[in-house]
């Protein structure tokens, strides 16, 4: 069973989506930027080699970040919009 949050993210120094994570067999993520474009990305959980805090100059717009850094592309910035407690949650559900 997938489970879903509210989120943004965004890829390596790309725009800043608002939308969703599906945290399933991969992560999906889904939303649009502040111009109305959509944008979404799936990434295979064994994709993912390391998951890091991002330092405070790092974060989307102040909030709690994790970058995900992924073989074979971009590291991948995410920060729940569900309060700082979501992101300790996603950060124990990739690593296990």
Do not use: C
């Not at 120094?13 to 399933?24: A, F, M, R, S």
């Not at 805090?53 to 994790?66: E, P, Q, W």
């Amino acid at each position: 069973m997938a489970r879903t949050y509210a989120v943004i993210w965004r890829i390596g120094q790309g725009p800043i989506y608002v939308g969703k994570l599906e945290l399933g067999t991969a992560v999906t993520l889904e939303g649009g930027d502040e111009t109305g474009q959509r944008a979404s990305a799936v990434i295979a959980r064994d994709k993912i080699k390391a998951i890091k805090v991002a330092r405070n100059s790092a974060r989307l717009r102040g909030r709690r970040t994790l970058i995900f850094v992924r073989s074979g592309g971009s590291p991948l910035a995410v920060a729940s919009l569900e309060g700082a407690g979501t992101a300790l949650e996603l950060f124990e559900h990739l690593e296990a």
